[in-house]
């Protein structure tokens, strides 16, 4: 089973900067893509950026330009650095892991934007 430990939430002022980090660990083996994803209050859980193991990543629309993910493979590590907050992206955010047999989630950390 994959444990995570996520740190990086808190509050922050809209146009305020947070970094958010992911370490994985335990039962992890061959090629996987590290991610985010977020739930605010009373909606559903949603995409916000992935990164293959070969670097690539993908983002939701609504981040992109904003937001950055990056991942370091020999610590099994993925951040997102996330600039220009806006009271739209307060949400609970999930880190994951997706092999080609499964999908796991972190307990999740709070994001709050607000003045």
């Known amino acids: 089973q994959v444990q995570f430990v996520e740190s990086g939430g808190g509050l922050v002022q809209p146009g305020g900067s947070l970094r958010l980090s992911c370490a994985a660990s335990g039962g992890i083996s061959g090629i996987y893509t590290m991610g985010w994803y977020r739930q605010a209050p009373g909606k559903e859980r949603t995409f916000v950026a992935r990164?293959?193991?070969?670097?690539?990543?993908n983002y939701a629309d609504s981040v992109k330009g904003r937001f950055t993910i990056s991942r370091d493979n020999a610590k099994n590590t993925v951040d997102l650095q996330m600039n220009s907050l806006e009271p739209e992206d307060t949400a609970v955010y999930y880190c994951?892991?997706?092999?080609?047999?499964?999908?796991?989630w972190g307990q999740g950390t709070q994001v709050t934007v607000s003045s």
């Open positions: 994951t892991l997706i092999s080609s047999v499964a999908r796991f």
């Open positions: 990164i293959t193991a070969l670097g690539t990543p």
